[in-house]
């Protein structure tokens, strides 16, 4: 992989040493491989000096610090990274940070799930359902089949506790069939059954409490 010194960063960037600095030290970029003479910067850190600017300019009500920024690309993969600076059609660039904040939110609420799996349902939404969802104004339940993604996964273990749908400010299933746990935020239906049949010395009816918070955790950090 290649490097660059910082007049090459500099340059290729069209930012200054002074804000080049200023992100290293603000935890944005990783910084030099080592300080003096000889220092050098790595590929991710020139693509994120490439992709910081447009997050403030196309997004700036989702990234209106740069704290925001650094939080998003601390979960960013150098290979993601490497996708947007290539993307230079505007609505094109902000789909795909939209899609890609949504595939981490979905690892989180899914940790089972492959990301891979996670990723190949992502690309199946339009642009604006991305969007849609991303800014909150569409249920994510609504459009992907949690019980599909989670059905061949197993996740933690229950396989057969069919989590039929997890809605994001949502209001829930009014099915008598499933209970229903969490908060008007954030709501998990579980067949009733499923809850009968559990045999395992781990109360499933904790651990969907315990997800539904975390869930709602997630949505009030990112709002």
Do not use: W
Request: charged fraction near 25%; glycine fraction near 6%.
């Amino acid at each position: 992989m290649r490097s660059y010194d910082l007049s090459e960063l500099e340059e290729m960037s069209a930012l200054s040493r002074r804000t080049i600095s200023d992100y290293v030290s603000r935890g944005l970029l990783a910084g030099p491989s080592h300080r003096g003479r000889g220092a050098r910067y790595s590929q991710r850190d020139l693509d994120a000096l490439r992709v910081i600017p447009r997050l403030r300019t196309i997004m700036k009500l989702e990234f209106p610090s740069l704290i925001s920024v650094r939080n998003f690309l601390t979960e960013v993969t150098a290979s993601e990274l490497r996708r947007l600076v290539r993307l230079t059609n505007e609505r094109a660039f902000e789909v795909e940070v939209r899609r890609i904040r949504l595939c981490k939110q979905l690892k989180t609420f899914l940790p089972a799930v492959s990301p891979e799996k996670l990723t190949a349902a992502m690309s199946r939404l339009t642009p604006e359902q991305v969007c849609g969802v991303d800014r909150g104004q569409i249920q994510i339940g609504t459009l992907l089949n949690v019980e599909a993604l989670t059905a061949e996964e197993g996740a933690n273990g229950y396989s057969n506790t069919h989590i039929k749908e997890v809605e994001l400010n949502g209001n829930g299933d009014a099915d008598q069939r499933y209970e229903r746990f969490g908060n008007a935020t954030v709501q998990v239906s579980i067949e009733k059954q499923a809850l009968e049949n559990q045999t395992s010395g781990i109360s499933l009816t904790d651990t969907i409490h315990d997800f539904a918070e975390q869930l709602e955790t997630l949505l009030k950090a990112s709002s």
